[in-house]
């Protein structure tokens, strides 16, 4: 279905503005120090950031960064809680805490916070779900699975995000106020930067839980490793990044620099087409942007199709186009004979139909089932058509690759 839900009053979804979330960060020890607002300057930091677009303000007393000297409990809720109550009342913004601990977010959601941002998705502290269940808020949950952040690749980012969801449908929460955040940064010392770029690659596979997405990315390590550049000279390579996670479906970006962020995302915005989507008495029809066969699993479970009905036909739900060239025409016309036969189909130039050319290129569209089902067939043929399955399905899998798709650069 379409985004459209109501955060403290603030419209999100895919039909609204993009809306900012301005870091107001209380934390000495962030891996960025130009972000620390002294608490003497917070109600200045806190109106100038609203004033350059913010619609939300993140207040965090603890630095995330894996890196950040160790913090009590008690100095985070020392910061948090006059911060709390020096912005509730005094300035025109939905607020957000920042924080893993279940006692601290409730005392600041009772003086006046409205969301729980929890970068650990509720799994530092198991209380942190009741404590959102209780105030009926809305919840920032990042992807993570026992440590914030230890998502390697959007399969993991996916399937804990599901998990989530799943942790919050059974406490009973209104699951369309939780908010994804699918873990953008360096959390763990193993996440390599080739894991953010698949994350920026495939964002838009987020769209297929229906449900609110913020894009934390500002100046984050990948840009930093990308660039070579510390965190004060990121700026450049974070707008970069939020363009692109506007344009790939994000709802919300998290930022430390609002004004600049807020005219890269106007103009991502602006570029980024409508989901196509009709409406008619209770009737919907909504184009599905599926790219990967396990979010058409998710798709279908959604809809009450059993576990088993599911995995039969979750490789009919993908669509390729391969390109193959410089074949001969034998070939290229038992290729499309086969996948013909497998409800797929190909195409070639006319003179290879008449075997007026020795030599063709071919398309061949098939679900990943009828081309996996086409390369099966073709590895027991004559001529060059084993070299051809081989290639195929090689092409295919380096789709799915990680470690092929994104390592080739010079980070």
Not at 116 to 143: I, K, L, Q, R, W
Not at 244 to 253: D, E, L, N, Q, Y
Not at 341 to 359: F, I, K, P, Q
Request: net charge negative.
């Amino acid at each position: 279905m379409v985004v459209d839900v109501d955060i403290c009053g603030l419209k999100v979804g895919d039909n609204h503005p993009v809306r900012l979330m301005g870091v107001l960060n209380l934390s000495h020890e962030s891996f960025y120090k130009g972000s620390v607002v002294r608490e003497d300057s917070l109600i200045d930091a806190a109106s100038a950031m609203l004033e350059e677009g913010a619609n939300v303000l993140d207040i965090g007393g603890r630095s995330t960064w894996p890196l950040a000297e160790p913090l009590s409990k008690e100095l985070e809720r020392k910061r948090l809680l006059p911060a709390i109550d020096a912005l509730a009342g005094n300035v025109d913004a939905v607020l957000s805490v920042d924080t893993v601990f279940a006692d601290i977010a409730d005392q600041c959601l009772d003086r006046g916070a409205g969301i729980v941002n929890d970068v650990s998705g509720f799994m530092t502290d198991e209380n942190m779900v009741d404590v959102v269940a209780d105030h009926e808020c809305p919840a920032v949950v990042m992807a993570s699975r026992q440590v914030p952040g230890d998502v390697l690749g959007m399969d993991e980012v996916m399937d804990s995000l599901e998990a989530i969801i799943e942790l919050c449908e059974g406490k009973g929460i209104d699951t369309d106020q939780l908010i994804l955040d699918p873990a953008i940064g360096k959390w763990v010392p193993e996440k390599d930067p080739i894991y953010d770029f698949e994350t920026f690659d495939r964002f838009e596979r987020l769209q297929t839980f229906g449900k609110p997405v913020l894009a934390a990315l500002s100046r984050k390590s990948f840009i930093g490793e990308v660039l070579n550049k510390p965190a004060a000279e990121r700026l450049y390579g974070s707008l970069a990044a939020t363009a692109i996670a506007v344009h790939k479906g994000a709802h919300i970006i998290r930022t430390h620099d609002v004004a600049a962020t807020t005219d890269a995302v106007r103009i991502a915005e602006a570029i980024r087409g409508r989901i196509p989507c009709q409406k008619a008495d209770e009737r919907q029809v909504r184009m599905l942007e599926i790219t990967d066969p396990d979010d058409s699993v998710r798709v279908m479970k959604s809809l009450g199709v059993t576990s088993t009905g599911a995995q039969v036909m979750k490789n009919k739900s993908v669509m390729f186009n391969l390109l193959v060239c410089n074949i001969t025409t034998t070939e290229a016309l038992i290729i499309k004979q086969e996948i013909l036969a497998r409800g797929g189909d190909a195409c070639l130039e006319r003179n290879a139909v008449s075997h007026e050319t020795e030599y063709t290129d071919l398309v061949v569209m098939g679900t990943l089932l009828q081309l996996k089902k086409l390369v099966a067939k073709l590895q027991d043929q004559a001529r060059g058509l084993p070299q051809i399955a081989t290639m195929l399905d090689t092409v295919l899998d380096e789709y799915y690759d990680v470690e092929y798709r994104y390592s080739f650069r010079n980070v």
